[in-house]
């Protein structure tokens, strides 16, 4: 993102790709982890309402963030799943 002079929600990078790793864990070992993954629901609501009330990023940066922590969780779940 920085060769491409890209500013990204970092915070919302990580957060996102934990959750989703949680999610992956619960389909994988069949477990009920629906309330964990609540409490990252709302934490990552949380940290996404906190970068747009400091100003440190825009919606689009947020979204983008999001993505960039989504995808590469997506595309691993067929290796392993």
Do not use: C, N
Request: charged share 10%.
């Amino acid at each position: 993102m920085v060769l491409f002079k890209i500013k990204a929600s970092i915070h919302l990078t990580g957060i996102t790709g934990v959750l989703m790793y949680i999610i992956g864990l619960s389909f994988h070992f069949s477990k009920d982890v629906t309330l964990l993954a609540a409490a990252i629901i709302v934490f990552t609501g949380m940290v996404a309402s906190a970068r747009l009330y400091l100003k440190a990023h825009t919606g689009v940066e947020i979204i983008l963030g999001i993505f960039i922590g989504l995808i590469p969780q997506l595309l691993t779940f067929q290796y392993w799943l």
